[in-house]
């Protein structure tokens, strides 16, 4: 058995402005770098060791993983391109209040987004799904045992966790926020329920106590 955590990449320009990014590259700000730096700080302080470090191809996710892997003194990052952020299409680039004028009704609400489900140029989440269930399976083909640390994104990281329980990803959506930097583990051992090992929310880590 092994176990899988995931890292939402730190705070970045676009998010800074309310910009929908996907797969625009921009770079880390200063926040995210704290953000980042704190987060690897926590894993240490957990003692959570990891034997390899995995990186969407965007900037901001990796140099997050660079900052977390340099804070525990872990491995390099690999890149694996089916981490990268969902398609956003048309509504890349676009900001977050532009998604219900240029969405609706193909909208679901939660409580601290507004998802945007199918505009034009988009990947679906259904989509991102599938894209999550190959991610668990290369991930699967080349690590037997040990710690893995995924470094991506919220909406694919969200359907990563989705695929890996089996569960719906509407559900999902509505289910927990990702934030900036947070982490989540998934696990046989673990439960969906107890996936957030912490959250890091305005400056602020709120640690959650785990098992195993």
């Not at 390099?76 to 609706?104: Q, T, V």
């Not at 994104?153 to 930097?181: E, R, S, T, V």
């Amino acid at each position: 058995m092994f176990n899988i955590y995931i890292a939402r990449h730190g705070q970045d320009e676009d998010n800074i402005k309310g910009i929908l990014n996907g797969r625009r590259d921009k770079p880390l700000t200063k926040e995210g770098i704290n953000q980042a730096k704190s987060a690897g700080q926590r894993i240490a302080k957990a003692k959570i060791k990891f034997d390899k470090i995995y990186s969407s191809p965007l900037k901001r996710a990796f140099k997050t993983a660079q900052i977390i892997s340099t804070a525990i003194n872990g491995p390099e990052p690999f890149i694996m391109e089916n981490l990268i952020e969902r398609e956003f299409g048309i509504m890349s680039g676009k900001h977050h209040k532009d998604i219900i004028s240029m969405c609706s009704p193909n909208i679901l609400q939660s409580d601290n987004i507004t998802y945007f489900l199918k505009p034009n140029g988009a990947e679906t989440f259904p989509q991102l799904v599938q894209r999550g269930y190959k991610v668990i399976k290369k991930l699967q083909e080349e690590n037997d045992t040990g710690n893995i640390l995924i470094v991506t994104h919220g909406d694919i990281g969200k359907m990563i966790y989705a695929a890996f329980y089996n569960l719906d990803w509407k559900d999902i959506l509505k289910k927990f926020y990702f934030g900036n930097a947070d982490l989540l583990l998934l696990s046989e051992g673990s439960s969906a329920e107890n996936s957030h090992v912490f959250k890091i929310t305005n400056n602020q880590t709120k640690e959650q106590l785990k098992k195993g």
